[in-house]
């Protein structure tokens, strides 16, 4: 069975500096990876996704996160925090073929402070 | 950009009642999905559904729970008898592709079950 394990349920950064929101994946076979996030009462936003090709992956709002398999891990980036990336972030994987859902992971709220 | 739409955005119920949460997936997609949100908890699959039937359905998705396709156009979920563990963000999903990279959610019913 396919999971995903998000170390950190909270995550607090200052504006302008790094943020690393850590996602570590378990799956019988290779998967797609992606990156939610959620915005207070809004939905599911996609910010990227892995899909088997180039192994980092670029998003949007200046996100990027990069597929290591030897390190079963898809982690999220982003070179420096804006107070409007305060959100839940949540890490999901599936299968690459058949009728996929989506395992996501418990999510991760990031805090940014001024 | 063509979007997910869910009505209504929140609905309160009383315990034992029945709710019909509906959605309207993008009109060229034929995968259809729901998935619940507990408040402060992770996102959860429910079930995935293809030319008119359950094509998956997780061990939430007991025979409380129903979809349908009624129309061209409206995705639902019932619940035939809600209790109050049933109050949570319920999100559609729809995507143009079985695989799970293509997926466009709803923003969500909130649910609550008083």
């Known amino acids: 069975a396919q999971s995903v394990t998000q170390l950190g349920s909270h995550v607090s950064v200052s504006e302008g500096a790094l943020v690393l929101l850590r996602c570590n994946y378990s799956?019988?076979?290779?998967?797609?990876l992606f990156w939610y996030v959620q915005y207070p009462n809004q939905g599911l936003q996609l910010l990227l996704k892995?899909?088997?090709?180039?192994?980092l992956v670029k998003g949007i709002n200046g996100f990027e996160a990069e597929f290591k398999k030897s390190e079963t891990s898809f982690h999220l980036t982003k070179p420096s925090a804006h107070m409007s990336d305060a959100a839940e972030y949540f890490c999901?994987?599936?299968?690459?073929?058949?009728?996929?859902?989506?395992?996501f992971g418990t999510g991760t709220r990031l805090l940014v402070s001024p | 950009e063509p979007e997910v739409t869910q009505t209504p955005s929140h609905q309160v119920t009383q315990m034992g009642q029945e709710v019909i949460l509906r959605c309207v997936p993008i009109?060229?997609?034929?995968?259809f999905y729901w998935y619940r949100q507990i408040l402060g908890q992770k996102v959860e699959f429910l079930v995935s559904?293809?030319?008119?039937?359950?094509?998956?359905k997780s061990e939430i998705f007991d025979d409380q729970f129903s979809v349908e396709r009624p129309d061209g156009s409206n995705f639902t979920l019932k619940i035939r008898s809600t209790k109050l563990e049933d109050s949570a963000m319920y999100f559609c999903?729809?995507?143009?592709?079985?695989?799970?990279?293509?997926?466009?959610f709803g923003s969500g019913t909130r649910l609550t079950v008083v």
């Open positions: 799956s019988s076979v290779p998967p797609y």
């Open positions: 999901a994987v599936s299968d690459q073929g058949g009728f996929q859902k989506l395992v």
């Open positions: 999903a729809s995507s143009e592709r079985s695989r799970g990279d293509g997926y466009t």
């Open positions: 892995y899909t088997s090709a180039a192994t």
């Open positions: 559904f293809y030319n008119n039937e359950i094509s998956e």
């Open positions: 009109s060229n997609h034929l995968y």
